[in-house]
């Protein structure tokens, strides 16, 4: 299948026409009488799902059947009002478009969803983490995926491409494991991150745990294809339409055109704003993951994020028994923390950031302070500082912005990095 794409200029988006277009051009005709499953992101995504989604309904009319799977990984399923609003649905959209359309949440963790492709044996891990494999990888890994795939002839993956802070840029097959996976590939996948750092994973194409993702798919034999797009804020800015290697490789040199922000110097303070499609850490700590390579040893960012009062819907036990902690910290203390689920620690060392171990102290390079509705107490039992969002003046912020100071109004999607280390 041959990528087709449509690129806005600079400052420029994407018209809907354009995007009918290229779908268009890609898609109709070619899955007559097929049974379509698309995957598509959560409301912690920014992508014009609603029309989008109408538009596919629209290109694919002579598909036998055209459903939706929320690509969720472990976030918790959307209740049927956030489903009608991530899609847009009101009772005439449903009747005019919906007709032979179902909408799933993805549940990863209930055996009886899911199925097995086979596993990824020791050998398969350790040559796919390389210098980075560690003894507390999995010694293997069973690829489960959620049974609803296999009822399907077509798999048609949509979604957006960004940097990320696990796999490099998300988007892709990413939405196959782990967005539709069960808990073996999500530990997996997210520990091999861990060890590779956010510093030295985040918008960089070719990564360990891309190359994971990759190895688990080749084990499903149902047909894929993808739609990916770029966004910049809420604007469309390219969207690629092939198969799930092409047309993500094709998205993901565009969005390391679009998604990136490169600063002279470090900065010492960032506050960087989680806006409310975040409403939870375990999603606001994008907020740190995309600044963090921007900020001078020493600095802090603080996750300015007032409308939060949770710390994980799903994790949040486990999280408050372990904390926000360097990757070196639970690697000298692993009889302690090993019976935790490695997505769990991995999301812990990304919020913390890197740092060192030196005498068996902890010493994180970058300083994380939340100003949130989570109480002082709860941060410092997380092992992060705290702020009273109502005391923080972001007019107060702006103009120290010459002074080492930087203002993220809506944090979590574009990454900052210094320009010394575009060499990445």
């Given at each position: 299948m041959t990528t087709k794409q449509r690129i806005a200029k600079p400052g420029e988006q994407i018209s809907d026409d354009q995007v009918n277009q290229v779908l268009q051009e890609s898609l109709a005709g070619y899955l007559n009488g097929k049974k379509v499953l698309v995957l598509v992101p959560d409301h912690t995504r920014t992508l014009p799902l609603p029309k989008l989604a109408i538009m596919l309904i629209e290109t694919l009319r002579s598909a036998k059947i055209v459903d939706f799977m929320i690509a969720l990984g472990t976030h918790p399923p959307l209740s049927e009002q956030a489903i009608n609003q991530l899609f847009g649905l009101n009772q005439e959209i449903k009747e005019h478009y919906y007709t032979k359309s179902r909408i799933f949440n993805h549940v990863w963790d209930d055996p009886r969803e899911l199925i097995s492709l086979g596993e990824l044996s020791s050998d398969d891990i350790q040559n796919i983490a390389g210098d980075l494999w560690h003894p507390s990888l999995p010694e293997k890994v069973d690829i489960r995926i959620n049974r609803v795939v296999m009822d399907y002839d077509h798999v048609l993956i949509l979604g957006p491409v960004f940097p990320h802070e696990v796999v490099g840029f998300s988007g892709g097959e990413k939405y196959l494991f782990p967005g539709i996976s069960g808990p073996d590939m999500i530990n997996a996948t997210h520990w091999l991150g861990a060890l590779a750092?956010?510093?030295?994973?985040?918008?960089?194409?070719?990564?360990?745990?891309?190359?994971?993702?990759?190895?688990?798919?080749?084990?499903?034999?149902?047909?894929?294809?993808?739609?990916?797009?770029?966004?910049?804020?809420?604007?469309?800015?390219?969207?690629?339409?092939?198969?799930?290697?092409?047309?993500?490789?094709?998205?993901?040199?565009?969005?390391?055109?679009?998604?990136?922000?490169?600063?002279?110097?470090?900065?010492?303070?960032?506050?960087?704003?989680?806006?409310?499609?975040?409403?939870?850490?375990?999603?606001?700590?994008?907020?740190?993951?995309?600044?963090?390579p921007a900020v001078e040893t020493g600095g802090e960012v603080i996750i300015y994020a007032p409308h939060l009062d949770v710390v994980s819907h799903v994790h949040g036990k486990y999280?408050?028994?372990?904390?926000?902690?360097?990757?070196?910290?639970?690697?000298?203390?692993?009889?302690?923390?090993?019976?935790?689920?490695?997505?769990?620690?991995?999301?812990?060392?990304?919020?913390?950031?890197?740092?060192?171990?030196?005498?068996?102290?902890?010493?994180?390079?970058?300083?994380?302070?939340?100003?949130?509705?989570?109480?002082?107490?709860?941060?410092?039992?997380?092992?992060?500082?705290?702020?009273?969002?109502?005391?923080?003046?972001?007019?107060?912020?702006?103009?120290?912005?010459?002074?080492?100071?930087?203002?993220?109004?809506?944090?979590?999607?574009?990454?900052?990095?210094?320009?010394?280390?575009?060499?990445?």
């Open positions: 750092g956010v510093v030295g994973t985040i918008g960089i194409k070719d990564t360990p745990v891309r190359r994971m993702i990759h190895a688990a798919a080749s084990h499903l034999h149902v047909a894929t294809s993808l739609v990916a797009c770029v966004m910049q804020g809420h604007e469309l800015q390219g969207v690629f339409v092939g198969d799930t290697q092409s047309a993500w490789q094709a998205a993901t040199d565009l969005s390391a055109e679009r998604n990136i922000t490169w600063l002279e110097r470090p900065v010492r303070k960032v506050l960087s704003c989680a806006p409310a499609m975040y409403d939870e850490l375990w999603t606001a700590a994008k907020a740190m993951y995309k600044l963090e999280i408050y028994e372990v904390g926000y902690h360097t990757l070196g910290y639970f690697l000298q203390n692993w009889e302690r923390y090993k019976h935790i689920p490695l997505g769990v620690l991995a999301h812990s060392t990304h919020v913390r950031g890197s740092g060192v171990m030196e005498n068996g102290v902890e010493k994180p390079n970058v300083r994380v302070t939340l100003a949130s509705k989570l109480p002082a107490e709860d941060c410092a039992r997380l092992n992060l500082g705290y702020m009273d969002p109502a005391k923080i003046d972001i007019h107060d912020f702006e103009e120290r912005m010459d002074k080492g100071v930087l203002v993220v109004p809506r944090a979590g999607e574009m990454l900052y990095r210094v320009k010394q280390d575009s060499k990445n």
